[in-house]
């Protein structure tokens, strides 16, 4: 099998694999958003925050200004 390699030369399974790994240790997470978010940055923060909560993590959910969320959503 081929690997994956980012543009860094980094293995991509490999890197996913050890985020992974540290997401499942971690009891306290803060997961960051980017500034004037979407509906998939504010979606995919809060999905992978419902996820680590569900799995005992105390979890902060965060992104920048503005700080409301978009009437659009």
Do not use: K, N
Not at 6 to 30: C, P
Not at 43 to 72: C, N, T
């Amino acid at each position: 099998m081929t690997a994956l390699v980012d543009a860094a030369g980094e293995d991509v399974r490999q890197a996913t694999a050890t985020a992974a790994a540290l997401l499942m240790a971690a009891e306290d997470v803060t997961l960051l958003a980017h500034v004037r978010p979407d509906a998939d940055a504010l979606g995919s923060a809060l999905a992978l925050g419902i996820a680590l909560y569900r799995r005992g993590a105390r979890v902060q959910v965060s992104f920048g200004a503005p700080d409301h969320v978009p009437e659009s959503l």
